[in-house]
C-alpha cells in the first residue's frame, strides 16, 4: 500500500471482548475498550471524548474517568466535538496529566501541530498521553444533521439510536426499529466546507487510528501507528481485551481503506488545485502525502 494510509507499525482487524461495550458500539468499541484499558493500567488517567450535549446528537467535550463515563459518549456523532480546545480545561479542572483524547484525523493534526508549536498548548503538550484517532471521509454541521435527519429521513432527532455512514450510504436506525438510508449524493451538499481540502482518511498523526471500514461488520480497523500506540495495543491484546484477525484474512480488508483514502486524496487534491487556481491556499501541502 501507499503513502494514503500513513505510517504504521501494524494492522489488524479487531473487536473488544467486553459484551457490555460491543453491545453499545458503533463497530468493534475499539476507543471505549482501548480507553477502558489505558485507564485500568493508569497509561491515562482521563480521556476527552465527545459526549452528550445538550440537544440529541450534538457532542460537547467531556472527561471521561471510568468505564461508565466512556459508554456514555459511545457511537459516532457525524459533526464534530471540540475535543482539542477542551485539552487545557482537562488539565486544569480535572487534573490530568495523562491526557487520552479521541478525534478525526484534523483534529489529531491540530494535536500534533500544538506539540511541535505549543503556543496554544503551552504547558500541556507533554500531558497527551494517547490520542486515538478514527477514520473520517466527511463531516457535517450540526444544523446539518438534524436537516438530513428530520427532513430528508422523518424522524425525530431524539429517536435516533445510532448513525452511521457506509456501502455508499448514509444510515439512520431509531430506537423504534426504523432503518431510513440516504444516498450519499443527498448528504454531499450538507458536508463541511473545509472537508473537500482534507487530505488524511484514516488518522496518519494518531497513536492508534481505527474505524470500520475494512473490517466485517461488527469489527474495527485498528492502525498502531507510534511506538506508545503500538505498546499500549500490545499490552490490552495480551490481557484479553480485544479479539483480533489479520487483516490479510477479513474481508473487504485493507484494499478497502486504501482505495477510500486514496478517491479521498485524489477528490479533495482536485478541490485545492481548483482554489490555487484563484490564489486560495497557494503552496498548501499535506505534510504527510
Ligand atoms: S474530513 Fe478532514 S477536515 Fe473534515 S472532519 Fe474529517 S478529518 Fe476533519
Known amino acids: 500500500m501507499g503513502t494514503e494510509l500513513g505510517n504504521y507499525k501494524a494492522v489488524c482487524s479487531a473487536r473488544s471482548t467486553d459484551k457490555d461495550i460491543l453491545k453499545r458500539a458503533q463497530d468493534g468499541g475499539i476507543v471505549t475498550q482501548l ?70 484525523p484534523c483534529q489529531m493534526q491540530a494535536i500534533r501541530k500544538g506539540q511541535l508549536y505549543p503556543m496554544g498548548l503551552r504547558d500541556v503538550d507533554d500531558k497527551i498521553a494517547l490520542a486515538i484517532g478514527i477514520f473520517c471521509m466527511e463531516n457535517f454541521s450540526y444544523q446539518s444533521i438534524v436537516q438530513l435527519v428530520e427532513d430528508h429521513a422523518g424522524q425525530k432527532m431524539e429517536s435516533v439510536k445510532k448513525m452511521e455512514i457506509g456501502k455508499g450510504k448514509f444510515w439512520i436506525y431509531t430506537d423504534r426499529g426504523a432503518v431510513v438510508q440516504l444516498p450519499l449524493k443527498v448528504t454531499h451538499k450538507y458536508e463541511q466546507p473545509g472537508c473537500h481540502v482534507c487530505l488524511d482518511y484514516v488518522a496518519n498523526l494518531a497513536d492508534i487510528s481505527t474505524g470500520s471500514v475494512g473490517s466485517p461488520d461488527g469489527w474495527s480497523t485498528v492502525f498502531a501507528r507510534s511506538t506508545s500506540g503500538q505498546t499500549l495495543w500490545d499490552k490490552a491484546v495480551a ?51
Not at 456523532?77 to 479542572?93: D, G, Q, W
Not at 487534491?269 to 490564489?279: D, P, Q
Open 239 to 289: 490481557a484479553g481485551c480485544f479479539e483480533m484477525k489479520p487483516i490479510e484474512q477479513v474481508k473487504p480488508g485493507l484494499e478497502l481503506v486504501s482505495k477510500l483514502a486514496n478517491e479521498k486524496i485524489n477528490k479533495n487534491r482536485k478541490t485545492l488545485e481548483e482554489r490555487a487556481s484563484f490564489g486560495v491556499g497557494k503552496g498548501l501541502r499535506s505534510p504527510y502525502i
Open 35 to 104: 480507553f477502558t484499558f489505558a485507564l485500568e493500567e493508569g497509561f491515562i488517567d482521563g480521556a476527552i471524548v465527545s459526549g452528550p450535549g445538550e440537544e440529541p446528537w450534538r457532542p460537547r467535550p467531556f472527561v471521561a474517568m471510568c468505564k461508565e463515563d466512556l459508554l456514555k459518549a459511545r457511537g459516532t456523532k457525524y459533526n464534530l466535538s471540540p475535543n482539542v480546545s477542551f485539552i487545557k480545561e482537562a488539565t486544569r479542572s480535572f487534573g490530568l496529566d495523562k491526557i487520552g483524547i479521541v478525534g478525526t
